[in-house]
C-alpha cells in the first residue's frame, strides 16, 4: 500500500511539475505579446512623432508659398499699371506723331 500512494504520490508531483511547466510558458508567451505590443506602441509614438514634425514643416512651407502668392499678386498689380501706362505712352505717341507730321508740313 506504501508504493501505491507513493506512486500517485509521483503522478500527482509529476502532473503538479507539468502543469507548471504548461503555466510557465502560456506567461512567457504572454510576457512577449505584451513586450510586442509595448514595441508597436513605442513605434506609434515614434510614427506620430515625425508625422507632426513633418506637419509644422508643412505650415512654414505654406506659410512661405502664401507670402510669396501675395507678393506675386502685388507685382502683377505693379504690372498692370506699367503696362496701362505703356500703352497710355503708345497712345500719346502716335498724337505726337501726327502732330509732328502736321508740323512739318
Known amino acids: ?14 502532473d503538479s511539475k507539468t502543469l507548471l511547466a504548461k503555466r510557465v510558458q502560456v506567461n512567457v ?3 512577449g505579446s505584451i513586450c510586442r505590443q509595448v514595441n508597436r506602441g513605442s513605434q506609434s509614438a515614434d510614427m506620430l512623432t515625425h508625422s507632426a514634425r513633418n506637419m509644422a ?7 512661405s508659398s502664401e507670402e510669396n502668392l501675395h507678393r506675386l499678386n502685388i ?8 503696362y496701362e ?18 508740323m512739318q508740313r
Do not use: C, P
Open 29 to 31: 508567451n504572454n510576457m
Open 57 to 63: 514643416l508643412q505650415e512654414h512651407a505654406i506659410k
Open 85 to 102: 501706362a505703356i500703352h497710355r505712352s503708345a497712345y500719346a505717341l502716335e498724337n505726337v506723331k501726327e502732330q509732328v507730321r502736321d
Open 1 to 14: 500500500m506504501a508504493s501505491a500512494s507513493s506512486t500517485s504520490a509521483k503522478n500527482l508531483f509529476a
Open 75 to 82: 507685382l502683377m498689380t505693379h504690372l498692370g499699371y506699367q
